[in-house]
């Protein structure tokens, strides 16, 4: 395993590029599962679909889904179609969209205002959590609930393990709670101080909450943002940052693209009239001297 610091990525020569588009702050950035399409959620109630050429610099492509009647507060794309992506909303509803066409192909409406949403790797159930700290399971097919469930504590961000088999969800009190799937049933508690969990709430040094985790696809790097103005990308194995890119403003939303090592990231960003921008940006395109 020694081996694995020589495959560094030569992170000092990579930049980064901004998208406007967006008339307010951009809440989530997700990666379909192909890593050619990039979908933002914004406080503006849209959802943005991006076409992302690794290495082009022509014109970029996109296209609103529009319908929302709150903010758009997370988003995440099926696992096994490149075209579908599901979003959720403060207002109540969870929409499943066709990228291609911009149209709402399902509409679900729920308790609560939505603020997570995660698919399950297989495809077949989305995972949606509210306000109230309640957790939806919906069908896919049918776009239905089939689950419910309210739990007694701060429920901050929800979770598959690969297999399907486990749940995770973070909480306030900066534990992750395990739960076996499909029951819900409690399994285990991390103190995610202590344990190198990939949902993990709180900085163990207590320096500020780490807002926004993601792993590259390769596994060897692990870029983190909270409260600093940078993100930091960390080497998995070693523990050591190998690089910071400044921010200027915290960060809601980092993601790794699942093919490259292009990163995607969203924050608070004002313009100089103190107002959103709207803007998200990608790190890790090739310097053009």
């Known amino acids: 395993m020694a081996e694995m610091e020589e495959t560094t990525v030569p992170f000092k020569n ?30 503006d109630q849209t959802a943005r679909v991006w076409h992302i050429e690794p290495h082009g610099h022509g014109k970029v492509k996109d296209i609103e889904l529009k319908g929302h009647t709150d903010s758009v507060d997370q988003l995440c794309w099926d696992p096994k179609h490149a075209d579908l992506i599901a979003t959720a909303s403060g207002d109540k509803t969870v929409r499943l969209w066709d990228a291609r066409s911009g149209k709402c192909a399902q509409l679900a409406e729920l308790s609560g205002e939505n603020i997570n949403i995660t698919y399950k790797p297989d495809g077949t159930h989305i995972a949606v959590g509210n306000r109230d700290d309640e957790l939806t399971i919906l069908d896919v097919r049918k776009f239905k609930p089939i689950h419910k469930r309210k739990f007694n504590y701060e429920v901050n961000e929800i979770a598959w393990s690969t297999t399907s088999e486990i749940f995770f969800l973070t909480t306030g009190n900066g534990t992750v709670e395990v739960l076996a799937y499909p029951s819900l049933r409690p399994v285990d508690t991390l103190m995610a101080h202590t344990a ?22 390769t596994g060897e790097y692990l870029a983190s943002a909270s ?14 940052t190998v690089h910071q890119i400044p921010c200027r403003a915290a960060m809601n939303s980092v993601e790794w693209n699942p093919k490259s090592n292009l990163l995607a990231y969203a924050g608070d960003d004002k313009n100089k009239y103190q107002t959103d921008e709207g803007v998200f940006r990608i790190f890790g395109f090739k310097n053009s001297a």
């Open 14 to 43: 990579l930049t980064s590029r901004e998208y406007p588009g967006h008339k307010k702050k951009v809440h989530s950035v997700a990666w379909n599962c192909t890593g050619t399409k990039l979908a933002s959620g914004s406080v």
């Open 196 to 217: 190198g969990c990939y949902c993990i709430a709180i900085d163990p040094l207590g320096r500020s909450p780490v807002r926004t985790i993601s792993f590259n696809n």
């Open 227 to 240: 409260e600093d103005l940078f993100i930091d990308i960390s080497n998995v194995q070693t523990g050591r």
